[in-house]
């Protein structure tokens, strides 16, 4: 046995997600999960770092103290729950909180100090697993196309895992072929931001809000004409592109719409962003895999499956893996691929020069 976790902290800012595994060899099984959801304290502070500001080094560090507290309090809760001791533990893989992303510069930003989380916890930490990647001309983004190859190859299949979390990325997995992956835009990021804007809600559960509207052609014309869609990968997005400011800017240039088919357009964006990139990248999907929070929303799944007539489209938990743990499991994979020495880029995704072992470790 050789027991990892993952805590894995995404843009959409809704919580810590804890994720314990046993990687035997090369095989990964979960056992067990815990989800924080993020206090609306911490939740202000980590979305105003997002954006330029006074004193962001200081306020960084006090942000990351809290989020550290609360995952370590997290990762207690968690282990009493399973009966097993900190040391038993071989180590965390702590992706911690992105606050910037600017690949182009060389520049991306997780917070999340990995010292003060070994101290709390016991527990040795591997994090800061995406500057290697750019320090190497990559993207450091995205990650997880390593792992979701590890889990959902197949010899028969041409397969595509799709996340939608924040943001969504695609990872294409064609037999005998070397996995390809990149962002393909805003995930629920922007169905997030107007529904909170319009009614003050978290989220559009089941994408219902977006179900009552009606697609606004000429508004989802303008959405798709932002350069980053016309770009193919190796790319990467993030809060800094796609945000309430990038949305309003938008709507200015049209005239008014009703709010929820201002909705029922972006969840429209983000569906026809993830077909044409799909599209672009693989001849053929026989099925369509989808994790993150984005396959509990019934209308973005239905949606991808009109998109897709010749695909089969369902959630990850049709596999047999929750949809809402693979982020987290794949960074304690990568905390394990990090201690045996596996590079775990992959460069045809990422661009990076060449293979590179990922993160930094600080001993329990
Ligand atoms: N039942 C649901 N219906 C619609 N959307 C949902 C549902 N559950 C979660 N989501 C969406 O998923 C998001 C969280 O997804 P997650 O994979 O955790 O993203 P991240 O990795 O960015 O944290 C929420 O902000 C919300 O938009
Ligand atoms: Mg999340």
Redesign the pocket.
């Known amino acids: 046995m050789a027991l990892y976790l993952g805590v894995?902290?995404?843009?959409?800012?809704?919580?810590i997600?804890i994720a314990l595994i046993d990687q035997e060899d090369t095989h990964t099984r979960l056992l067990g999960t815990h989800y924080l959801p993020m206090p609306a304290d911490l939740r202000t502070d980590l979305l105003a770092l997002c954006s330029p500001g006074p004193d962001e080094l200081v306020r960084a560090a006090l942000a990351e103290q809290h989020w550290v507290r609360l995952a370590a309090q997290g990762i207690d809760d968690l282990l009493r729950q399973q009966r097993i001791q900190p040391t038993q533990i071989r180590a965390i893989g702590s992706h911690g909180q992105t606050v910037r992303h600017h690949p182009a510069q060389g520049v991306t930003i997780q917070i999340g100090n990995a010292a003060l989380l070994a101290e709390c916890t016991g527990i040795s930490v591997v994090s800061d697993f995406r500057r290697r990647d750019l320090a190497a001309g990559g993207q450091g983004a995205p990650l997880v196309p390593a792992f979701h190859q590890a889990l959902f190859a197949d010899d028969n299949s041409q397969r595509a895992i799709l996340?939608?979390?924040?943001?969504s990325n695609l990872t294409l997995i064609e037999p005998g072929k070397q996995v390809y992956g990149f962002d393909c835009g805003p995930?629920?990021?922007l169905?997030?931001a107007w529904i909170q804007h319009q009614q003050g809600l978290?989220?559009?559960?089941?994408?219902d809000w977006a179900a009552s509207g009606q697609v606004q052609p000429i508004l989802l014309k303008t959405l798709l004409g932002d350069p980053f869609f016309l770009t193919q990968g190796p790319k990467s997005t993030g809060r800094e592109l796609f945000n309430m400011r990038w949305l309003s800017q938008q709507l200015a240039k049209l005239p008014a719409m009703m709010p929820e088919d201002v909705q029922a357009t972006l969840l429209e964006l983000t569906a026809t962003s993830i077909f044409d990139a799909l599209q672009a990248a693989q001849d053929r999907t026989d099925e369509l895999l989808v994790?993150?929070?984005?396959?509990?929303?019934?209308?973005?799944m239905k949606r991808l499956a009109e998109l897709l007539p010749a695909t089969r489209v369902a959630s990850t938990e049709a596999y047999g893996i929750s949809?809402?743990w693979i982020?987290a499991m794949a960074f304690a994979w990568l905390a394990h691929c990090c201690l045996e020495g596996i590079p775990a880029n992959r460069p045809s995704v990422t661009g990076a020069r060449g293979p590179r072992i990922l993160g930094a470790i600080y001993p329990a």
Do not use: K, Q, W, Y
Not at 8 to 15: I, K
Not at 291 to 300: D, E, I, M, Q, V
């Open positions: 894995m902290s995404g843009t959409s800012l809704d919580g997600d996340n939608i979390g924040g943001f995930g629920n990021v169905l997030d978290e989220f559009d559960r089941g994408g994790c993150g929070g984005g396959a509990h929303n019934r209308t973005l949809p809402d982020e």
